[in-house]
């Protein structure tokens, strides 16, 4: 496997430091480029921003020269962390230009001709780039992920959808790292829930329906589920958990529906993927788990935990998840979705 060089969109923020962290090291792709506002532009990275992960800013990046958000001297492949206020016109000016956009921007994602991958559920959308590629004369593309909230839900519901899901209620607890940086000001999330995330119910509930369809005739059916959410901020720093109930045509056994959850396995682990988790769901029968603080980095923070499944009184099986928001949510699932087009042989 040759090494790719990459490039970051907006990688002076939250979820940019997370793509530079989480491509350390990586065997297939080489960070060599940083896109950024025409304030960072000409810097050295580590003196156009702070770093504010665990740990010290990785020194090969440290480096590098931020560039311009224009098309032209980035790699093939870039990874865009770029905020949705000036992403869209930016993303399409590099697919434009023969670049690969592999999006954590919320732009796109709802756009019929542009896939929203989760690697383990929906490879077969990837199918949607050439229909992309033909009515907007394009020569590259974009790819995008979903909501960090919305990932974590997908991947507990898929192993699910053979019982056939019919309704969905998900209430979320999410860590202050989604907001990114400066984020929830201290004094309105310290010791307080915030039962509000802008926009965040909406796009919950339609990219879990457009993930989870099919593609028919060069576009996706959406799943035939209504599905509800409930989002909340809390005072957790990173991981998101999701309570959740469904209900089922098939009516299944939570014994049924556990050994889905610990069976399922999808395309990143059969052709083991550098990122892919060996397990992307792994169930936990204590009673008090899963954990944000105790669960959500694990696995490199690519795997999502489930526990608690048991019968509803109301719907038919309850069960709560947990995964990394800004890793398995954002930053890793991004580069997940560009390790599986390599291997699709969609880059040069």
């Known amino acids: ?176 790292s989604g907001a990114g940086y400066p984020g929830v000001a201290s004094m309105d999330i310290v010791a307080n829930v915030i039962p509000y995330i802008g926009s965040e119910e909406e796009k919950m509930e339609h990219e879990t329906q457009k993930i989870l369809g099919e593609v028919e005739n060069g576009q996706v059916v959406p799943l035939n589920a209504r599905v509800s959410a409930h989002c909340n901020r809390v005072a957790v720093v990173d991981g998101h958990t999701v309570a959740t109930s469904v209900s089922f045509s098939s009516k299944p056994a939570a014994a049924d529906v556990r050994a889905a959850l610990e069976a399922f396995r999808g395309v990143p682990q059969q052709r083991n993927l550098p990122s892919a988790p060996p397990q992307p769901v792994i169930y936990m029968p204590q009673q008090d788990r899963p954990q944000p603080r105790r669960d959500a980095g694990r696995e490199n923070g690519m795997t999502v935990f489930v526990g608690r499944v048991r019968d509803c009184p109301v719907l038919d099986i309850k069960f709560v998840a947990c995964g990394h928001n800004t890793i398995r949510g954002a930053a890793g699932v991004a580069v997940l979705n560009a390790e599986l087009m390599v291997s699709e042989g969609l880059l040069d």
């Open 1 to 176: 496997m040759r090494t790719i060089e990459v490039g970051i969109l907006g990688g002076t923020g939250m979820v940019g430091q997370q793509f530079i962290r989480f491509l350390q090291g990586h065997p297939w792709f080489k960070l060599t480029w940083i896109g950024a506002s025409d304030r960072s532009a000409g810097k050295r990275l580590r003196d156009a921003t702070a770093w504010r992960l665990e740990g010290d800013m990785p020194a090969s990046a440290g480096d590098l020269i931020v560039s311009d958000c224009k098309p032209g001297n980035a790699p093939q492949l870039v990874f865009s962390a770029m905020d949705a206020s000036v992403a869209t016109e930016i993303e399409r000016d590099f697919a434009h230009a023969g670049h690969i956009v592999v999006s954590n921007s919320r732009n796109h994602r709802m756009e019929p001709d542009v896939p929203l991958i989760v690697p383990e559920i929906n490879p077969a959308h990837l199918a949607l780039i050439y229909r992309q590629q033909r009515s907007r004369g394009w020569r590259g593309m974009i790819v995008t992920n979903p909501n960090c909230s919305t990932v974590t839900l997908t991947i507990a519901l898929a192993p699910l959808k053979k019982f056939g899901i019919e309704r969905v209620l998900a209430a979320t607890m999410q860590a202050v």
